[in-house]
């Protein structure tokens, strides 16, 4: 059986035919057949993805996407004109496996020209392991296994969602998993939990970054997360702030990203307590933006609200600058100093 990567190129499709019959013994037959066909055969002359029905040729045979391509396929053969129905059945039957079926995803059969967009969103698909040359890929519940094994005895925190949470964070670990209470809880019907991976960078002044680990952070639907970290100073309550209105994503595949990837909140060794950090950490998951269900009228368009103010956190009272967007919220905190991812 041919297993193609995801709509990738000269890779083998599956295509089960509708119906057909081999024999196999003179008393043995079976009621199908499987036929491993090169990919390419199923990708549009014009634009070198997999063909999207309706599908249209030209006088070469020269087969492209109908809805996108055919009116700019510009060969001296012809605008394709003639619709192909019979290739429209056979790429609807052209399946491949999910590339990461491997880390747990049982989607099955997927239509080849959908494979692309379903790898994307894949919530299967590897992360790496923050220890830098580990060498571990795998999904997001396989890391958790690897993390808490033999591998590297590291206990997995809990925050829920919505409230502070103090951490104790010892210099000597430079990286720590956590996950969402909730999500600990839904794993039963759910194993796709959220995980956060919490970095303490070494070099002149520590610095502490968090970002949600996942390689889809940027698929439609994906859950969004904002996020606060603060230290406080243990003599006169001062604190240091560092606020992200939209938490960044990584896959890991080079290990924890280090404090020149990502924004990081910088803790003066006075804030230290003795060999570790006292953070607080505050995840919000966001509420996904209402779908629009009667388009308005330019005149009367107004933007889409911040994802920053789409869950109202209760965190201290401040004006945050991102982008040129104030994010005000409620309370406010002593003395407090504000960074801003």
């Given at each position: 059986?041919?297993?193609?990567?995801?709509?990738?190129?000269?890779?083998?499709?599956?295509?089960?035919?509708?119906?057909?019959?081999?024999?196999?013994?003179?008393?043995?037959?079976?009621?199908?057949?499987?036929?491993?066909?090169?990919?390419?055969?199923?990708?549009?002359?014009?634009?070198?993805?997999?063909?999207?029905?309706?599908?249209?040729?030209?006088?070469?045979?020269?087969?492209?996407?109908?809805?996108?391509?055919?009116?700019?396929?510009?060969?001296?053969?012809?605008?394709?004109?003639?619709?192909?129905?019979?290739?429209?059945?056979?790429?609807?039957?052209?399946?491949?496996l999910c590339d990461y079926e491997g880390y747990g995803c049982r989607a099955g059969g997927l239509v080849y020209h959908l494979a692309a967009d379903h790898c994307r969103a894949c919530p299967h698909a590897p992360c790496g392991c923050p220890e830098r040359g580990c060498g571990f890929f795998?999904?997001?519940?396989?890391?958790?296994?690897?993390?808490?094994?033999?591998?590297?005895?590291?206990?997995?925190?809990?925050?829920?969602?919505?409230?502070?949470?103090?951490?104790?964070?010892?210099?000597?670990?430079?990286?720590?998993?956590?996950?969402?209470?909730?999500?600990?809880?839904?794993?039963?019907?759910?194993?796709?939990?959220?995980?956060?991976?919490?970095?303490?960078?070494?070099?002149?002044?520590?610095?502490?970054?968090?970002?949600?680990?996942?390689?889809?952070?940027?698929?439609?639907?994906?859950?969004?997360?904002?996020?606060?970290?603060?230290?406080?100073?243990?003599?006169?309550?001062?604190?240091?702030?560092?606020?992200?209105?939209?938490?960044?994503?990584?896959?890991?595949?080079?290990?924890?990203?280090?404090?020149?990837?990502?924004?990081?909140?910088?803790?003066?060794?006075?804030?230290?307590?003795?060999?570790?950090?006292?953070?607080?950490?505050?995840?919000?998951k966001l509420e996904p933006p209402a779908r629009q269900l009667h388009p308005t009228t330019p005149a009367a368009a107004t933007a889409p609200p911040c994802p920053a103010t789409a869950s109202s956190p209760p965190w201290p009272a401040a004006v945050v600058k991102l982008a040129g967007i104030?994010?005000?919220?409620?309370?406010?905190?002593?003395?407090?100093?504000?960074?801003?991812?």
């Amino acid at each position: 059986m041919g297993v193609a990567d995801c709509g990738g190129e000269g890779d083998p499709a599956v295509v089960p035919p509708v119906a057909a019959t081999m024999a196999t013994a003179p008393e043995q037959a079976v009621d199908a057949r499987i036929v491993a066909v090169p990919a390419e055969m199923l990708d549009c002359h014009a634009c070198l993805q997999p063909l999207k029905p309706p599908i249209y040729k030209c006088d070469a045979d020269h087969r492209v996407c109908g809805a996108t391509c055919r009116g700019v396929h510009a060969e001296a053969c012809g605008r394709p004109a003639a619709h192909s129905r019979d290739f429209d059945a056979f790429a609807a039957a052209a399946t491949v496996l999910c590339d990461y079926e491997g880390y747990g995803c049982r989607a099955g059969g997927l239509v080849y020209h959908l494979a692309a967009d379903h790898c994307r969103a894949c919530p299967h698909a590897p992360c790496g392991c923050p220890e830098r040359g580990c060498g571990f890929f795998g999904s997001r519940q396989m890391l958790l296994s690897h993390v808490s094994g033999p591998d590297h005895s590291r206990p997995v925190l809990d925050v829920r969602y919505g409230q502070p949470r103090k951490l104790s964070l010892p210099l000597s670990r430079r990286w720590h998993l956590i996950v969402g209470e909730e999500d600990r809880a839904a794993a039963g019907t759910d194993p796709h939990r959220n995980v956060f991976l919490v970095s303490v960078g070494e070099g002149a002044t520590t610095a502490v970054s968090v970002v949600c680990v996942r390689p889809d952070g940027g698929a439609p639907g994906a859950a969004q997360f904002s996020c606060r970290l603060a230290v406080e100073h243990p003599g006169d309550g001062t604190m240091v702030i560092l606020e992200s209105p939209m938490m960044s994503s990584s896959s890991l595949s080079a290990g924890a990203p280090t404090a020149r990837e990502v924004r990081a909140l910088p803790v003066p060794s006075e804030y230290l307590s003795g060999d570790s950090v006292p953070l607080i950490i505050h995840i919000n998951k966001l509420e996904p933006p209402a779908r629009q269900l009667h388009p308005t009228t330019p005149a009367a368009a107004t933007a889409p609200p911040c994802p920053a103010t789409a869950s109202s956190p209760p965190w201290p009272a401040a004006v945050v600058k991102l982008a040129g967007i104030d994010q005000t919220n409620r309370r406010k905190a002593p003395n407090p100093r504000k960074l801003c991812m």
